[in-house]
């Protein structure tokens, strides 16, 4: 099991034409495109669970993207809500910037899932 401490703070990988960097956030700094109703409950207790026993070591990397200087989460909201439940300070994720066009959408479907929570 790794340890937070053991995550490199930027390592650039080649994904498709596009860099991807590895850094270690605060999950809670991450903004969701999914609300509370479109997460299972039951997975994100059973996640938050094993993150207080044993850190984030045993999950795979939070996908990002970099959105005018926002980190929106592609896939790994239920890790990321764990490890906020949690109370884990820092987590992996794996960041891709993305153009204009894209961040604007991400930009607008993290809004509506803000929206969705209150």
């Given at each position: 099991?790794?340890?937070?401490?053991?995550?490199?703070?930027?390592?650039r990988i080649a994904?498709?034409?596009?860099?991807?960097?590895?850094?270690?956030?605060?999950?809670k700094s991450l903004?969701?495109?999914?609300?509370?109703?479109?997460?299972?409950?039951?997975k994100v207790e059973?996640?938050?669970?094993?993150?207080?026993?044993?850190?984030?070591?045993?999950?795979?990397?939070?996908?990002?993207?970099?959105?005018?200087?926002?980190?929106?989460?592609?896939?790994?909201?239920?890790?990321?809500?764990?490890?906020?439940?949690?109370?884990?300070?820092?987590?992996?994720?794996?960041?891709?910037?993305?153009?204009?066009?894209?961040?604007?959408?991400?930009?607008?479907?993290?809004?509506?899932?803000?929206?969705?929570?209150?």
């Open positions: 099991m790794a340890n937070r401490s053991s995550f490199a703070p930027r390592r994904a498709k034409e596009t860099e991807v960097a590895l850094r270690s956030v605060n999950p903004l969701p495109r999914q609300g509370p109703t479109e997460m299972t409950g039951s059973r996640f938050k669970k094993a993150m207080k026993t044993d850190g984030y070591g045993n999950f795979p990397p939070i996908d990002v993207a970099n959105a005018e200087g926002r980190l929106i989460i592609v896939d790994g909201h239920h890790r990321a809500a764990a490890a906020a439940r949690a109370g884990l300070r820092e987590v992996p994720v794996n960041v891709r910037n993305v153009g204009s066009e894209e961040a604007s959408q991400l930009l607008r479907e993290a809004a509506e899932a803000m929206s969705r929570r209150y």
